[in-house]
């Protein structure tokens, strides 16, 4: 006589759902971890190779994790790399050989000792983005958020950043149309702007005086690395008006020599 076979239970759906989210989050995971040990950008049937998976299956999750802005492609070449959702996590981090560890001390020293709102940028995937920001000690308080982006064209911060490019570089991201007029004084015209990236060069810094914001002044320079490659810029902005004896004249030399002693943090 035979033995009824006994059923097996069935997960209940939000169980399945739940296996099916973890076996998504780890695959997510592992991406990330791939994508950073390479260290240069890399495609997708690559990562899929590495990891034993198909590469409809990665491609999807990189689809959703480049949505997200935790990796970006690299429109040229169609590879992946970290995004600037990534490097802003990475940055909140207290790496002793990090060096927005000393980014933000130096910005959290700008902005309790000489009333400077303190910026940390990096350019991705065209676009330049905040990785940390320190709002001054003082009446005026500029306010933004890690990860979100700025103007190219109107910030100190944004301007460094295109310097950082050969001319051809930076007129292919500005585009040969007229630039968002943010405020009167915002130079609009690519050219113009392209040809004042010289000075930039030659003197290691970038000045705005209200091309972003109305009243506000505004000094950012390169970090960086051993190599002297631009891996990202330190600004700050403070308004013209503020009665705190702060001029771009006096504000420079504070910018730059921060700029320095992170540098050496990487050097």
């Given amino acids: 006589m035979r033995r009824p076979i006994a059923a097996k239970p069935r997960p209940l759906r939000g169980e399945v759902k739940k296996a099916a989210g973890s076996q998504s989050l780890e695959r997510g995971l592992d991406i990330l971890e791939t994508i950073e040990a390479e260290g240069a950008d890399i495609g997708v049937r690559e990562i899929a190779r590495r990891l034993g998976l198909s590469p409809t299956i990665v491609q999807r999750l990189v689809s ?92 100190s911060a944004g301007k460094v950043l295109l310097a950082s490019l050969d001319d051809a570089e930076a007129r292919k991201l500005l585009g040969s149309r007229k630039l968002p007029a943010i405020t009167p004084h915002t130079i609009v015209d690519p050219s113009i702007l392209i040809a004042s990236l010289g000075k930039v060069r030659r003197q290691g810094y970038a000045t705005v ?59």
């Fill in 64 to 155: 959703s994790l480049a949505q997200r802005g935790y990796i970006e492609k690299n429109a040229e070449t169609s590879r992946y790399r970290l995004g600037y959702r990534s490097l802003t996590l990475g940055a909140s981090g207290e790496h002793d050989a990090d060096y927005s560890v000393a980014a933000r001390r130096e910005l959290e020293r700008l902005a309790h000792e000489h009333r400077l709102n303190g910026f940390v940028s990096v350019l991705r995937g065209g676009r330049a983005v905040y990785l940390l920001a320190v709002q001054a000690d003082g009446p005026v308080a500029i306010r933004v958020i890690a990860g979100s982006e700025m103007p190219l064209h109107s910030t």
């Fill in 209 to 267: 005086v209200e091309e972003n914001i109305p009243g506000v002044l505004s000094v950012g320079t390169p970090i960086r690395d051993r190599s002297g490659g631009v891996v990202a810029v330190i600004s700050v902005a403070f308004p013209k008006y503020l009665d705190a004896g702060l001029t771009l004249q006096s504000v420079t030399p504070l910018v730059t020599d921060a700029a320095t002693r992170i540098s050496r943090m990487i050097a």
